[in-house]
């Protein structure tokens, strides 16, 4: 319940005062949130017992980084260890020419069992392309950004979901309107918690769930991936898993998560969308190349991009 009234609370918004100190309280917290994680979190892992997940096919968590975001790197590991939900596998993705960059910290994690894979630089898709190559597309693949705290039941909010015919995220867009027009990425409207749709985007940075059978062979093509959505592995993803009649759903109730204080300052998110509409640009492109999910033929798609999703990646 609500204990300001929303009347207020647009009143209390529209003060710049009001937004400022709003701003400070939550940076403070955040910087509070960092260092409980830092210093206590790998205490609590000793008392926490996680519990096996229900689902009959394994579940796969992985996530990638690169050496400016090595700093923040092992907060967000200690989040994935303490989970109420324990995965099958927990494997960090790495490219090979940056192994020797890697802190000790870091590598310290393996005897916790978080397993650190060198590979080729895939860029953004050296997060889920590895795995889906490794482990094959009828398990459960899990993805999580680097620089995210992620609340002890973030796994498990998004497992606990029913996943029948759907890829499930903490955090979605709408990339098409009523009329069938696809309006720039700054107006695609936030999907409502517990909403499904066939026109929805996933967003990474909150977690992603992709069931099995929500992606294919045809999702590993990397030479394709980096021509049409060279940094956009969101708009990528997402529109394999709508070709093959899945649809995306956001979690009835979104875990807690935000970025580390100071991850930001790398500016991803302006490198994969930058002015002139890195997103807009990727979403053309699948358009002109793949067509509209749900029009698409999904065997041209397969036989399409099967030749190459076969190479495997050099280590």
Known sequence: MKLVPAGLR??????????????????????????????????????????????????????????PRFWCLPQTLRCLLCQSVKPDQLILWLAAADRDQLPDEVWAFQRHGVQIEFVEDLKPYKKLIPALQRFGFDVNHVIADDDMYLAPRWLESLLAEDANGAVVCHFSRIWMDSSGQVPTYREWPAMLPG?????????????????PGSL???????????????????IWFSWHALMRGYLIRRTSRPSRRFSWPGADDVALSKQNNPTGGGNDVAVQRMIAHFGIPGAVDRSSVEARCVATAATAIRE
């Open 195 to 211: 909403t499904t749709s066939s026109h929805g985007l996933l967003i990474g940075h909150g977690g992603v769930w992709f069931p």
């Open 10 to 67: 647009q009143w209390l918004k529209s003060i710049p005062t009001a937004r400022g100190l709003k701003r400070c309280l939550q940076s403070a917290r955040r910087h509070l949130d960092y260092w409980v994680v830092r210093w206590f979190l790998p205490l609590w892992r000793q008392v926490r017992r996680a519990r096996r997940h229900a689902l009959s096919a394994p579940v796969i968590v992985s996530l990638t980084s690169y050496p």
């Open 216 to 234: 294919g062979p045809e999702a590993c093509d990397y030479a394709l991936a980096e021509q049409l959505c060279p940094r956009q592995d969101d």
